[in-house]
C-alpha cells in the first residue's frame, strides 16, 4: 500500500479553469502538507494543517486553498489557475513530534 | 532567521570516488537535520536524520552524514558512489515550529 498518494499524477488544463488535487496518507500522522516545485526544482512549503492547525504559507495567493475532509485527507483546491501555476505539486505527512515527512509522487501541472 | 544553504547547485563525482554533498544551517536552538533524496520523476524520500548523540548518522544506500555543531554544518557523504546514486538532494532542518526548512537542493550526478 502506497504511504501518501495523489491523484492526478498528471494535470493539463486551461488558464481560468478550478482544479483540485487529491492527498491521502494511510500512515495515521496528525499532520498533512502541501508543496510546490517549481522547474527549478526549489521546494515551497505552502501550507501544513493537522486538526487543530491550519498554517498559511503568506506567499501563497489565495486563490490556492486547502479542503480536509477527515485526517487522512488534504485536497488542494485551485480557483482561477494562471499559467504560472504550473509545477510540481507534492503532498506530505508527518507525526508531531517526529519531523521528518512522507512524500507523495506528486502532481505535474501544466497550465497552458 | 533559520536556514539552510546547499552551497552547490550540482555536483559531479566519477563511479566508485566518494562523494560530499555539503549543507550548512541556521537555527535557534538544537538542530534536527535530514537528508532526501529525489530520484526523476519521483517524490522526495527520507535518507537519514540527526537529532541528537553520535555526530556520523548513517542511513539509506550507504549514505552518512556528519553533524558538525561549531560550522553549522550538516554535509551528506558516501565512500564510494554509485551511477544510481544520481539524484536531486536536500537538506532540510526542523524550526521551532515543527516546520521544515528546506534547502535549495543540489543536483548529484556520478559518471561512468
Known amino acids: 500500500d502506497t504511504a501518501v498518494s495523489q491523484t492526478p499524477k498528471y494535470l493539463v488544463t486551461q488558464m481560468g479553469n478550478d482544479k483540485s488535487i487529491k492527498c491521502e496518507q494511510n500512515?495515521?500522522?496528525?499532520?498533512m502538507y502541501w508543496y510546490k516545485q517549481d522547474s527549478k526544482k526549489f521546494l515551497k512549503i505552502m501550507f501544513s494543517?493537522?486538526?487543530?492547525?491550519?498554517?498559511i504559507n503568506e506567499t501563497v495567493p489565495n486563490r490556492f486553498s486547502p479542503k480536509s475532509p477527515d485526517k487522512a485527507h488534504l485536497n488542494l483546491h485551485i480557483n482561477s489557475l494562471e499559467l504560472g501555476d504550473s509545477a510540481v505539486y507534492f503532498c506530505?505527512?508527518?507525526?508531531?513530534?517526529?519531523?521528518?515527512?512522507?512524500f507523495g509522487a506528486g502532481t505535474r501541472l501544466s497550465v497552458l | 532567521a533559520q536556514s539552510v544553504a546547499q552551497p552547490e547547485d550540482q555536483v559531479n563525482v566519477a563511479e566508485g570516488n566518494p562523494l560530499t554533498v555539503k549543507c550548512t544551517y541556521s537555527?535557534?536552538?538544537?538542530?534536527?537535520l535530514f537528508w532526501y533524496v529525489q530520484y526523476p520523476n519521483r517524490g522526495l524520500q527520507f535518507l537519514l536524520k540527526?537529532?541528537?548523540?553520535d555526530n556520523l548518522v548513517k542511513g539509506s544506500y550507504g549514505f552518512e552524514a556528519e553533524f558538525n555543531k561549531s560550522q553549522t554544518s550538516f554535509h551528506l557523504k558516501k565512500p564510494s558512489a554509485l551511477v544510481s546514486d544520481s539524484a536531486l538532494y536536500f537538506c532540510?532542518?526542523?524550526?521551532?515550529?515543527?516546520?521544515?526548512?528546506w534547502g535549495a537542493g543540489t543536483k548529484l550526478i556520478i559518471k561512468p
Open positions: 506530505a505527512s508527518s507525526q508531531t513530534g517526529e519531523g521528518f515527512q512522507y
Open positions: 494543517y493537522n486538526n487543530k492547525e491550519l498554517i
Open positions: 537555527v535557534s536552538g538544537n538542530p534536527y
Open positions: 532540510a532542518v526542523r524550526d521551532s515550529n515543527y516546520q521544515l526548512i
Open positions: 500512515l495515521g500522522h496528525d499532520t
Open positions: 540527526y537529532i541528537t548523540g
